[in-house]
Structures are given as structure tokens and as C-alpha cells.
């Protein structure tokens, strides 16, 4: 089953910008979508989540002010604007989506994407 592709990932400077974008394929058409991080040795966590029709989102605490969700005119590609990296935003990012769920918890979202690295250098 073709999956949710992210892109975008790669080797940044820490004060640079990064734009992740995550691809739904058709049976995730309506859902919600979502970012989460997991940086080397930790668990999984929530970064961001939008609404399919990209009207309603929410950002984690942690990111608010730098880390900006947001849809393509289509509705089908989900973007994370990273604004002044920083060494710490080091991680794998993954795009998540849910037909029901828009919340913050790993294990309610039903579609994953493979991941795509970040690495921030100081």
C-alpha cells in the first residue's frame, strides 16, 4: 500500500529555514494530517497537526513561533516550515494521517510515512 511520502530532509545550518512537505496518496484523501520528530535515542513525538482542509491546526508547545504547518492549494500535501534551525531540531520527521484523529498521540494516527531526516549543524 503506497504510503505517505516525506521529502525535504537533508543537511541544514543552524539560523537556516527547512521546508518539509508530505505527500497523501488517495486513500488518505479527508484525513488529517500531522508531523512528529524523533531525535536519535528518544521516542516519537508530536510536532504538528492540520485539518485535511488545512482550516484548523495545532502545534506542540515546544515549537510554537518556529515551526509553521500548513496545505497545498490541492489539500493533499501537508508542509512543516522550519524557521532558525537549531542543532537540537536534529531528528527523523515523520508525517502521520487519520481519518478521526487530530490530536497529539502516536498511536491514533492509522497512515505513517517512512521519515525524512534533518540534521542541523552549528
Known amino acids: 500500500q503506497e504510503q505517505l511520502v516525506e521529502s525535504g530532509g537533508g543537511l541544514a545550518q543552524a539560523g537556516d529555514s527547512l521546508r518539509l512537505s508530505c505527500t497523501a496518496p488517495?486513500?488518505?484523501?479527508?484525513?488529517?494530517m500531522a508531523w512528529f520528530l524523533q531525535a536519535p535515542g528518544k521516542e516519537r513525538e508530536f510536532v504538528a497537526a492540520i485539518s485535511w482542509s488545512g482550516g484548523g491546526t495545532l502545534m506542540a508547545d515546544s515549537v510554537k513561533g518556529r515551526f509553521h504547518v500548513s496545505k497545498s492549494r490541492t489539500k493533499d500535501v501537508m508542509y512543516l516550515l522550519i524557521d532558525t534551525l537549531k542543532p537540537e531540531d536534529t531528528a527523523t520527521y515523520y508525517c502521520?494521517?487519520?481519518?478521526?484523529?487530530?490530536?497529539?498521540?502516536?498511536?491514533?494516527?492509522?497512515?505513517w510515512g517512512r521519515g525524512t531526516q534533518v540534521t542541523v549543524t552549528s
Open positions: 502521520a494521517a487519520s481519518q478521526t484523529y487530530d490530536g497529539q498521540a502516536v498511536e491514533n494516527y492509522t497512515w
Open positions: 488517495g486513500y488518505a484523501y479527508g484525513s488529517n
